[in-house]
Structure formats: structure tokens, C-alpha cells
């Protein structure tokens, strides 16, 4: 026992000797100060994560309040076209609520920001690029699953540069491709062109607003252009007496004095009360409409809707075609900022 006790107290007295009251309380506050940096630094990230999730759900809640923003004017847009439809259901022309309106369709309030609804369009003197506040009738492009091989041939010969060859050589693929030799079944829409053999992204961009799938072939002479008249066989100069006519006495496109095909009977007769017809002009008019292309109703109509929040940049765009027999969206395509597109069908 005693020996125990002189051992235990040798050891006592040791590490007293070899480890003074001072440096043990050093050790406590070296121990004490790396505690506290650690959770500063646990803490600092804690609270950049917590930072980064707070962005994310507001981007998020953003996204969401410039696609409700987008969606309105979509429903804005059908809410015209339905009573248009509703008022005057004989035909559809450029001076429709639809089709050029300002007043409902540009920098609109809604929510925390605002949609418009444009598009662009050629001028049929100089080529110019020009946009209008309103929708589009599809029924005033070529639908590639019903028109003939010359029609889209001429299309692309006018739009690309290719030559006679080459453009018919695109309209003989685009046959083939619909027909039971190869797919079996129609084109479902038209960026399938884009599988077609020689229609790259730059020949695919020159036509895609000149061609549709989603009518059933006929043309509204009413709203179609100039150029996709030429496609369809008729001379310049008609198709510049037929533009002459609809633009009325303003000779501006799309304003109240506009005149209309009221009834595909009355094409002829009412054009020459306008102006002076050949023979020759009123038998190429006269062949086309007896072929059964031309109509003045329009049933599909593709809304192009942009939602953009007051002072941010985060927008939302949704190209959509409302087919009004059905009263149902055919296609819908909704593309928010630096997000790739996602499609709905
Ligand atoms: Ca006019």
C-alpha cells in the first residue's frame, strides 16, 4: 500500500511539473477557439446554402409567374378569336380582333408584368421584315402533307435560292416521306421536316412560316401572302391586284378600311369590281378555285405569347395553335429564359 501511494503520488507530482496552470488553460483556449471557427465556418455555409436554395425557389416561384403571365395572353388571344367567331363566323381576314389589335395584344398588364402577342411577316413590296400584334391563321401557309410537288417545289425555289433541280428534288422527299413508301402517316408537324434530306436548319428557318400540318390544305385568300399565292400558281400581277384589294383605299394591310372575300363565289366578280381583270387573269383565278384551294374561313390559329416580369429578366414564351372547330390546343410549345424548350402535345 504504501509503495502504491508514493507511485501514485510521483505520477501526480510529475505532470503537475511538466504541465503548468497556464498552459493548460492555453490548451482549453486553443480547443475553445477552433470550436468557435469551425461553427463560424459550418455556419457561413450553412448559410450560403441556405442563400442558394432561397434564389432557387424564388427562381422557381419567377418562372412560374412569367409562364401564368405568358398563359393569359394565350387566353386572351383565344378569348378574340372566339368572339370573332362568334360575331362574324363567315370569314376571317388581316382586320379580324385576332389578327392585328394593338390594344389588346401589346405590353398587356398582368400580374407582376406584361405578354404581348406579334409575329412577324414580309412585306410583300421589299421583303422587309414587319411585325403585327395579333395571331396567325394557319390557314394562310401551304400544309406539306396536302400540297402537290410543284407547289412546295416553287416555295423553296423562291425562299432558299435552290434551283429548279434541287427544290424539286426537297418536294419529291417531302412526298416520299409522307407517303405509305416510307412512314406511313402524315407529318405531325412541320419541324419533322428537319429528318428530310437536304432541309438543314437554315433552308428549314427560310419556309417554316410559309407551311403548316395543321389545316386541311385549303388556302384563306383572305389572310394568305403574296408569295405562298405565286406557290400556289397564280401570276405576280394577280397576286398583286388580290393583295391590292384587301388592303382597301389606306392600301395599308390589316386596318379598319380593308376589303374581304365574303364567299369563294364572289372572288372573281368582287376583285373586278376593284380592278380589271384579264381573261387570262380570270381563268388562271378561276382554275384554283375549281381545284378546291382556296377558302375564306380560317379554323386554326397559332398564338405566339411572350410573359415578361416589371424589372427582371426571366420571360416565358408559348407558341400554341387553337383549332377553333374543336375549341382544343393541337400543338403547345413553352420555352422559358436559357432553358431548352419543352413540348407538349
Ligand atoms: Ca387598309
Known sequence: MQ????????????WRSNCPEGSRRGSIFFVVLWTIVLLAIFAVSLGHRVQQKIRFVNRLEDKNKVYLIALAGVNRAIAQIKAKKKEYPEYDCLKDT??????????????????????????????????????????????????????????????TGFDRTQADEIATAIIDWRDADSKNSPLESIEELLL????????????????????DG????????????????????????????????????????????????????????????????????????????????????????????????EYCKIVCIF???????????RQNLGLASETLS
Open 218 to 313: 385549303k388556302i384563306n385568300i383572305n389572310t394568305v401572302e403574296g408569295l405562298v399565292l405565286v406557290c400556289l400558281g397564280l401570276k405576280e400581277e394577280l397576286a398583286d391586284k388580290i393583295i391590292r384589294f384587301r388592303r382597301g383605299h389606306d392600301s395599308i394591310e390589316a386596318t379598319d378600311d380593308d376589303n374581304a372575300f365574303s364567299a369563294i363565289s364572289n372572288i372573281i366578280s368582287d376583285l373586278h369590281q376593284f380592278c380589271e381583270l384579264s381573261q387570262e387573269e380570270r381563268q388562271n383565278l378561276s382554275n384554283l378555285i375549281s381545284q378546291g384551294l382556296f377558302t375564306v374561313c380560317s379554323e386554326n390559329f397559332m398564338i405566339k405569347s411572350q410573359g415578361k416580369l416589371d424589372g427582371r429578366d
Open 196 to 215: 428530310i434530306k437536304s432541309i438543314d436548319e437554315k433552308t428549314f428557318s427560310r419556309i417554316k412560316d410559309y407551311v403548316t400540318v395543321y389545316t
Open 323 to 333: 383549332r377553333t372547330q374543336e375549341g382544343k390546343i393541337v400543338y403547345w410549345q
Open 98 to 159: 385576332w389578327s392585328s389589335n394593338p390594344e389588346s395584344f401589346r405590353e398587356i398588364p398582368a400580374g407582376e408584368g406584361k405578354f404581348s402577342i406579334s409575329y412577324s411577316h414580309r412585306s410583300w413590296e421589299n421583303g422587309d421584315v414587319l411585325s403585327r400584334f395579333g395571331a396567325i391563321d394557319e390557314e394562310r401557309k401551304i400544309n406539306v402533307n396536302k400540297a402537290g410537288r410543284e407547289m412546295i417545289s416553287f416555295l423553296f425555289q423562291r425562299q
Open 3 to 14: 509503495r502504491a501511494i508514493n507511485i501514485d503520488g510521483g505520477w501526480n507530482k510529475s
